[in-house]
């Protein structure tokens, strides 16, 4: 989910700005392009400040993961993540920020078949 940038502090300051002088709520919204709701929002807050976007950091793992798929070969990210305190959809992540992939470059290599010659 991709979020919005949060809107200027001139924006904000100029909607407050014509409230305080006479217009109504729902005309300050369309006026500037913003929902009323935001509008309303602006108004209950004690400061214009932008607020803190939520979400949480990831967990330290306390190890380079560069060095530790280095360390077990062969093993497949449910294996690792078993390994590691992290669920292997996170790691996952980690691992393709990090620029590591499991691609596995199997090359088969066909047995030629032979045909029947048809029978006359």
């Given amino acids: 989910m991709t979020r919005k940038a ?11 700005n014509l409230i305080e002088s006479g217009k109504t709520q729902t005309a300050v919204a369309s006026l500037l392009g913003v929902s009323r ?7 209950k ?10 979400g949480s950091r990831p967990r330290e793992l306390g190890i380079d ?4 798929v280095a360390a077990h070969p062969g093993k497949t990210l449910v294996q690792l993540a078993l390994l590691l305190p ?3 959809t996170a790691l996952g ?9 499991f ?12 045909r029947k010659k048809p029978s006359l």
Avoid at 45 to 54: D, E, I, M, N
Avoid at 65 to 68: A, M
């Fill in 6 to 16: 949060a809107y200027s502090l001139d924006l904000r300051q100029t909607a407050l």
């Fill in 37 to 43: 709701s935001s509008v309303v929002r602006w108004l």
């Fill in 45 to 54: 807050r004690p400061t214009l400040a932008a607020s803190p976007r939520g």
């Fill in 65 to 68: 993961l560069q060095e530790f």
């Fill in 86 to 88: 992290i669920e292997k």
């Fill in 93 to 101: 992540v980690r691992l393709q920020k990090s620029g590591i992939t």
């Fill in 103 to 114: 691609k596995k470059k199997i090359t088969r290599i066909a047995k030629p078949t032979l």
